[in-house]
């Protein structure tokens, strides 16, 4: 049989652990967005293991995986692992930057603009472009939030 599939759930946690690791600095912003990008798509436990050889504590704490469909352990059948928390129980410290800024895309979907008008007064009304921000910011928390479920 070959190796089981993971789901959205282990790439969360790998995710959380890899944003702790970036606040400690044990990864630089460019290693951090190549491990984060692998763990977004990973389709296999190993893919994400791999992720953490080089780093210590913390690593993701995985849910366990189900025992072979031959294998029945000799007292009989395992009892049933243990429901994992919901998304939302994850403490907002834990969550992915990603999830914190979906949560909150259509507030700052809102301020925007007047983030926009800010600088622009801010640079002495040099730099008229900093509006084509506006659009690109809405459209950056708008992936944010319907990826994460906003």
């Given at each position: ?7 959205n759930?282990e790439?969360?946690l790998a995710?959380a652990a ?14 951090y967005a ?9 389709r296999f ?10 780093l210590?504590e913390p690593?993701?704490?995985f849910?366990?995986?189900l025992?072979?469909a031959?294998?029945v ?6 009892p049933?692992?243990?429901a994992?928390?919901?998304r939302d129980?994850?403490?907002e410290?834990?969550a992915?930057?990603?999830a914190?800024?979906?949560r909150h ?9 007047a983030i ?5 007064l801010?640079t002495?009304?040099r730099?008229p472009q900093?509006f ?5 910011a809405i459209g950056?928390?708008a992936?944010l939030?319907?990826r994460h479920?906003?």
């Amino acid at each position: 049989m070959g190796e089981l599939r993971i789901g959205n759930r282990e790439r969360e946690l790998a995710m959380a652990a890899l944003d702790e690791h970036l606040r400690e600095g044990r990864l630089e912003p460019g290693e951090y967005a190549e491990r984060s990008a692998v763990a977004s798509t990973a389709r296999f436990r190993s893919e994400l293991d791999g992720l953490f050889t080089d780093l210590p504590e913390p690593r993701p704490a995985f849910p366990r995986s189900l025992p072979d469909a031959g294998s029945v352990p000799v007292g009989g059948p395992a009892p049933p692992p243990a429901a994992a928390p919901a998304r939302d129980d994850l403490p907002e410290l834990v969550a992915p930057i990603g999830a914190r800024l979906g949560r909150h895309a259509g507030l700052l979907s809102a301020l925007a603009p007047a983030i926009a008008l800010v600088l622009f007064l801010v640079t002495g009304l040099r730099f008229p472009q900093v509006f084509l921000l506006v659009p690109v910011a809405i459209g950056v928390l708008a992936y944010l939030g319907h990826r994460h479920g906003g």
